[in-house]
């Protein structure tokens, strides 16, 4: 696959290679995209994270906790109290495991999947700017980037579970 190149409109400050910069600009590039998500969230009254949940179970149907977070991308002991919320509301089921009774399985309730129903046209469209304003091919270059990065950097840190 080749990779596009980077916009020649783009223009970079000197210090984009200093020490500490892929951290800020990461952090300000998540920060401008969860932006975008925050109205429409709220109109649904969903966090960020909460939705992160609903999507996941949405997209993966039944999972435990564990591949849960691994899915939204949170920490487990966040998860706790982002379930116990989606629970209280009806959007989740918390349910024992057929064949594991030891085990918890979390899918989305009937007011979640109606309100993913509800949402997910909402989300399209806000995915679909971002899409427009990056330019298809940056786009896509982006989403194959940081899924490489990802990958490469696991080894380089505990693991999810362990970190604070």
Same mark, same amino acid.
């Given at each position: 696959?080749?990779?596009? %190149? ?25 920060? /401008? ?21 609903? /999507? ?9 906790? !564990? ?5 939204? +991308?949170?920490?487990? $002991?966040?998860? !706790?109290?982002?379930?116990? $919320?989606?629970? +209280?509301? #009806?959007?989740?089921? @918390? @349910? ?10 979390? /899918?989305?309730? $009937? @007011? #979640?999947? @109606? ?12 995915? /679909? ?6 330019? +298809? ?7 194959? %980037? ?14 999810? #579970?362990?970190? %604070?």
């Amino acid at each position: 696959m080749t990779q596009p %190149s980077v916009s020649p409109t783009l223009s970079f400050d000197d210090d984009t290679a200093q020490p500490g910069t892929l951290l800020v600009d990461l952090m300000a590039t998540r920060d /401008s995209v969860k932006e975008l998500y925050r109205e429409t969230l709220a109109r649904f009254d969903l966090t960020e994270q909460q939705w992160r949940v609903l /999507s996941a179970l949405s997209r993966c149907g039944t999972l435990d906790a !564990t591949r849960l977070a691994e899915r939204a +991308a949170l920490l487990p $002991s966040s998860l !706790t109290r982002i379930l116990n $919320s989606l629970e +209280a509301r #009806g959007l989740i089921i @918390a @349910a024992r495991d057929p064949m594991d009774a030891r085990r918890t399985v979390l /899918s989305l309730g $009937s @007011a #979640g999947r @109606a309100m993913m129903a509800a949402l997910t046209p909402e989300i399209d469209r806000i995915e /679909s700017r971002l899409r427009a304003a990056l330019g +298809a091919a940056q786009h896509d270059f982006l989403l194959h %980037s940081l899924a490489h990065a990802r990958a490469a950097l696991q080894d380089l840190h505990p693991p999810r #579970g362990l970190r %604070s």
